[in-house]
């Protein structure tokens, strides 16, 4: 029962590097989503899918890269990633006006 | 645009006693409303939602929340406080009419149960 995984679940990375943050959910949702959780700031959506082969921008888009690679999984990428970016990283999935499920999270630092 | 606002950053309460954990919002057209619960290092978790309907909705381990439409709040209680309550609060909104089912988020609130 696995819900919502999110790989990897820590990361460091230096100034200008890339990396993709991968997501995957076994609930058969059609919608997908990508946020990130800063101290006092709650979660800000960054992008989201909501049904596949279809991706919009969120509240916080710039610098990020997303892509609904099929029903199942939703990765997020940073091309050149910068300390601002430093958060936490969380991928939720949900059906259509019911609770979204989330996974776990990626703990990302960027030097 | 929709937004949500949570007040009081820490909520501090004895174990067995009432709590509250305050949620106002804003949104254009009718609100779905929904409280999730943090624990460390975890993602969050499903507590209750408001659609429709009764005032008072409860949810998951003995939480309830009560929708105020002239006040714009959606209050987070629980009669009996337990340590294990202890955790990051997040209150969250949409809009009925959003077909993207896009959430708006508060800051959260950290509830601490103290023995």
């Known amino acids: 029962n696995a819900g919502v995984t999110q790989t990897p679940k820590f990361q460091v990375l230096k100034t200008g590097q890339s990396m993709t943050l991968q997501c995957a959910q076994d609930m058969n949702h059609n919608s997908m989503y990508w946020y990130r959780q800063d101290p006092g700031m709650g979660l800000r959506l960054i992008y989201y899918?909501?049904?596949?082969?279809?991706?919009d921008k969120g509240e916080v888009p710039n610098g990020y890269n997303v892509s609904r690679l099929n029903k199942r999984e939703f990765s997020l990428r940073l091309e050149s990633a910068a300390p601002s970016q430093t958060s936490v990283y969380f991928c939720?999935?949900?059906?259509?006006?019911?609770?979204?499920?989330f996974g776990d999270g990626t703990r990302l630092s960027i030097l | 645009a929709q937004s949500v606002a949570q007040p009081e950053d820490q909520v501090n309460v004895a174990e067995g006693n009432p709590l509250t954990v305050k949620c106002t919002y804003s949104v254009s057209g009718n609100p779905y409303l929904f409280w999730y619960v943090q624990y460390p290092n975890r993602g969050l978790q499903f507590l209750l939602k408001?659609?429709?309907?009764?005032?008072l909705v409860k949810g998951s381990y003995g939480f309830e929340a009560e929708f105020n439409k002239s006040q714009t709040s959606f209050h987070l209680k629980k009669p009996s406080a337990l340590v294990s309550d202890s955790a990051l609060y997040f209150c969250a909104v949409r809009d009925r009419d959003d077909a993207g089912n896009m959430l708006t988020f508060g800051g959260g609130t950290r509830l601490m149960v103290k023995p």
């Open positions: 408001y659609i429709t309907g009764d005032n």
């Open positions: 939720a999935s949900s059906q259509l006006d019911q609770p979204q499920h």
């Open positions: 899918s909501a049904s596949e082969g279809t991706t």
